[in-house]
């Protein structure tokens, strides 16, 4: 209902803000919670004004803003203009005892404040003066359009009941490293992207922000990837964040439930399976970026290396006290029974091909993956199950790769087989144990990976468009989570400095409040692509870890 990134103010936005000039505005976390401070400094005075989302959810959810008066007086303006339908529909909005409400359909927005209030068309609007110690206080909470309005709300409850569930959150981090405000931030952000009530996490909370600005690589990323999940779940478990790391783990076997065919790369927050694609042509896009997209149709795509990422997320649980029974063992089984059965079989990549599917080294890898946790989880938990034939899988998929993935002529591993084109996600290889680090086959791929892809000191997906195998004419920008896997194989090799240089740059991208996109151009030199990101931020966590390690763990497992 505010679509006003991806068009402009007409397709809905909720804005406060002094009605005159600004002459600075800042904004910061308060502390360590997710309630964001931003400051204004006009000639009249400052004010700032708090936002979050209240902790609790029932009745729910609500958005509080809380407008604070620091010095001088400040006049304010509030503009409340929300379009159901992705920008596209003015709502009814009408007074229903102390709440002006705004229904369209079977959605319904009830706003409450300590101002008055004109409703301007559809829209409420405000204006209003803050002087130095007063507070003006706003709370706009959904609910369906068939049900009664919500109670309503004290925000200043809100506000300490929201910072106190973040302080008990963060005091139950247990992570050392020599990283701990962007290690703790990031664990943050993981948190506030879990759907809580069923432990999925979003990749990203927004859709087609664009990794190319003016480009047509615009996705929506607000579902929940089981990619995610093995790389989220060993962040949150190397902060000592063991519930949250059950919710993840949780959701995936939930993902996993019935035949394992039908298990699909992605779901919507809910457990929806139905993730729809279409565009909005009425809205231009973030600078111009079209088109604009709305669900994503790779959840219909066949990619191997889900299987080997929900085992990891699976083992990874296990190994630290998150464990499971032997129902859910025997579901796993079937996974396992199913990856014997297509592992030889093209996919999609982890990249999300649409063309031709094809033998990706990555999703290879992935399948070996889980079978090689498989033979680990019966050995190290008891668990029943074909032992040998297992082993006897892995090790074939593990010969097939060597011997069709290999490039030897230039010793290195390449995207899929019989390509000439290279590809980041060649450095999970190492991570999950498939060869060490020192290999020579991987340091060669390593090697081969910074002479092709390293750019202005960051490292890009692939030389080649998986899409057309065309050389890239228009480059997106260097992917961020692949950074981050190239610091672990640095400190997996010893190139300890080398590891420490590039990480430090890799965080020194992350915006004013902490947060990484998908992307990072370093011509631009700005984030592009949805943000905040999953990928990126586990990524992150584990790179730190992995630091100071210094190598000591050499693999995911």
């Not at 959810?57 to 509080?64: E, N």
């Not at 230039?410 to 999950?432: C, E, H, K, W």
């Not at 992350?510 to 931020?537: F, I, W």
Request: overall charge negative; glycine content about 8%.
């Amino acid at each position: 209902m505010f679509c006003a990134l991806l068009g402009d103010a007409s397709n809905g936005r909720w804005r406060i803000a002094p009605a005159g000039e600004v002459r600075s505005s800042t904004r910061k976390y308060r502390g360590e919670t997710m309630v964001l401070e931003t400051t204004h400094v006009t000639a009249t005075g400052t004010i700032r004004v708090t936002d979050f989302m209240h902790a609790f959810r029932d009745p729910g959810p609500h958005i509080v803003r809380i407008v604070d008066g620091i010095d001088g007086e400040v006049p304010v303006e509030m503009l409340l203009d929300a379009r159901y339908g992705y920008g596209d529909l003015p709502p009814w909005t009408r007074w229903i005892g102390d709440a002006c409400t705004m229904t369209a359909v079977g959605d319904a927005l009830a706003l409450r404040c300590n101002v008055p209030i004109t409703i301007d068309d559809h829209d409420p609007r405000a204006v209003f003066s803050v002087l130095a110690g007063e507070r003006r206080s706003f709370v706009l909470s959904w609910y369906p359009s068939h049900q009664d309005v919500p109670e309503a709300v004290d925000p200043n409850a809100a506000l300490d009941a929201t910072l106190q569930w973040w302080a008990e959150f963060t005091g139950r981090i247990a992570s050392t490293t020599d990283y701990p405000a962007m290690v703790r931030r990031s664990l943050m952000i993981l948190e506030a992207l879990t759907y809580a009530p069923s432990g999925a996490g979003v990749a990203a909370v927004t859709t087609s922000l664009p990794e190319v600005i003016g480009g047509s690589k615009n996705w929506d990323y607000r579902y929940a990837w089981v990619r995610d999940s093995t790389y989220t779940i060993s962040a949150l478990l190397h902060g000592g964040l063991v519930d949250e790391a059950r919710a993840w783990r949780d959701w995936v076997l939930c993902a996993l439930a019935g035949r394992p065919e039908n298990m699909q790369i992605m779901y919507g927050i809910g457990g929806e399976r139905r993730i729809d694609e279409f565009e909005l042509p009425a809205l231009k896009g973030y600078e111009n970026s079209r088109p604009v997209r709305i669900g994503n149709a790779a959840y219909q795509q066949f990619q191997l290396g889900v299987y080997g990422e929900t085992m990891g997320a699976i083992y990874l649980a296990h190994e630290s006290g998150v464990e499971i029974d032997e129902s859910a063992w025997g579901m796993i089984s079937l996974l396992l029974e199913h990856v014997e059965k297509v592992w030889d079989t093209p996919d999609s990549g982890i990249w999300e091909s649409r063309a031709e599917p094809r033998h990706y080294t990555h999703s290879k890898v992935q399948a070996w993956s889980a079978m090689a946790c498989a033979v680990r989880a019966l050995d190290a938990f008891g668990y029943h199950g074909p032992r040998d034939r297992w082993r006897a899988v892995a090790d074939r998929i593990h010969a097939d790769v060597c011997a069709k993935a290999f490039d030897v002529k230039r010793n290195t591993f390449v995207q899929f087989y019989g390509a000439t084109a290279l590809d980041a996600s060649l450095l999970m290889i190492p991570i999950v144990g498939f060869l060490p680090a020192d290999d020579p086959r991987m340091r060669g791929t390593t090697d081969a990976l910074e002479a092709a892809l390293m750019q202005d000191g960051f490292l890009y997906r692939t030389t080649a468009d998986p899409e057309t195998q065309a050389t890239h004419s228009d480059p997106e920008g260097a992917f961020l989570a692949c950074n981050f896997w190239l610091v672990e194989n640095y400190v997996l090799q010893g190139r300890h400095d080398e590891a420490r240089a590039l990480f430090e740059r890799l965080i020194g991208v992350a915006n004013d409040v902490g947060m990484l996109s998908e992307e990072y151009d370093p011509q631009l030199k700005r984030q592009v692509g949805n943000v905040p990101q999953t990928l990126s931020h586990a990524a992150l966590v584990n790179a730190a870890v992995r630091l100071g390690s210094r190598g000591t763990d050499k693999s995911l497992k």
